[in-house]
């Protein structure tokens, strides 16, 4: 182990600093009061600023909801989004008729590909009290054989997704969940079958981490090419190779060494987020992540024309009957309930 595996230390906000062949990574933390009938808060709007409400000084936000929080239909091509729910409900729809409804502990990784169009719909079920929602969005890349694959999405069920679970010298425990990156003998869920993530050889990682009050744990190194982040977002302190790092930072590390992680006096959560780069050009205009200006304007044109397959649902902000469960509908008709 090594004191200079540590490249930077950065406190964190709504969306957090990232390395290809990430994107984008943002941290929703609402606190929702009880929900009506319609599953819009029952509070106040007075004073937000509906349609754009992101304001951090608040319990909870809007965001681009007007009735009810979340986001309405928007397009996106050339990348993966990957939700990991830790609580609250999140009500998926797109444009080719694929829905669901997924909850704690649940994630959804979906391939824009060539293009679609989704809402993320956060309904506040609870009538008689609060609705906490917590979750992470994270943007990975798509290489350019692979922008203009078929649009698809998947649901890791909390229950099938892999957890390493291992005790300290100390009897104290270490949880790891694998959406993706097998650790040790724990290997993850397959991904979406364009993504980055399936070639091993690309050394994507994304796992979330608890580790009891004082917990020591090496997380183990990856390769020298691989970029590595380390989301310090709940708990009191950590110390990585002996270097004290309070709560709600972010850590990049040199991949290709062991690193030492010893908690502090309360459980901390983390999120990990690794992978060897895309080596190409990378173009962004808001919801398309191209490789060139050229492509993006074909994006635009593209999406003017065709909607990406246009909206098959009543409602910009999609939402599921409240008494609906945890479910997801496919494009070719097939439908999971858990």
Request: net charge negative.
């Amino acid at each position: 182990m090594d004191k200079d595996s540590i490249i930077s230390i950065k406190p964190l906000g709504f969306m957090w600093p990232v390395n290809n062949p990430f994107l984008f990574c943002a941290h929703h933390l609402d606190n929702y009061p009880a929900g009506n009938e319609n599953m819009e808060p029952i509070a106040s709007l007075k004073g937000r600023n509906i349609g754009e409400d992101f304001d951090s000084q608040n319990a909870w936000r809007m965001y681009h909801g007007e009735t009810v929080p979340g986001f309405p239909v928007h397009p996106h091509r050339g990348f993966e989004t990957v939700t990991i729910v830790k609580t609250g409900f999140i009500d998926h729809s797109d444009s080719h008729g694929q829905a669901g409804r997924y909850s704690s502990g649940d994630v959804q990784w979906m391939t824009a590909g060539s293009g679609l169009q989704h809402s993320e719909m956060f309904p506040l079920l609870n009538k008689d009290k609060e609705n906490p929602l917590e979750l992470f969005q994270v943007w990975l890349n798509l290489p350019k054989a692979k922008k203009f694959v078929n649009p698809h999405f998947k649901m890791l069920w909390t229950e099938d997704i892999p957890k390493y679970k291992i005790k300290d010298e100390n009897g104290k425990w270490i949880e790891v969940t694998l959406i993706a990156g097998r650790l040790g003998d724990v290997v993850p869920l397959p991904p979406a079958p364009d993504s980055w993530a399936v070639d091993s050889e690309n050394e994507v990682a994304i796992w979330t981490i608890k580790m009891e009050a004082g917990a020591e744990w090496i997380l183990p190194k990856a390769s020298t090419n691989a970029n590595r982040s380390l989301f310090f977002h709940k708990g009191n302190s950590i110390s990585i190779d002996e270097t004290v790092i309070d709560s709600y930072k972010s850590i990049e590390l040199i991949a290709n060494h062991d690193l030492k992680i010893n908690n502090g006096n309360t459980e901390s959560s983390l999120l990990l987020l690794q992978g060897k780069p895309i080596n190409e050009p990378v173009v962004q205009y808001g919801p398309f992540v191209m490789n060139t200006q050229d492509e993006i304007r074909q994006a635009m044109n593209d999406y003017q024309k065709t909607q990406f397959g246009g909206w098959p649902w009543p409602r910009r902000d999609q939402v599921h009957p409240r008494m609906r469960g945890r479910f997801a509908k496919y494009f070719d008709g097939t439908e999971e309930v858990r």
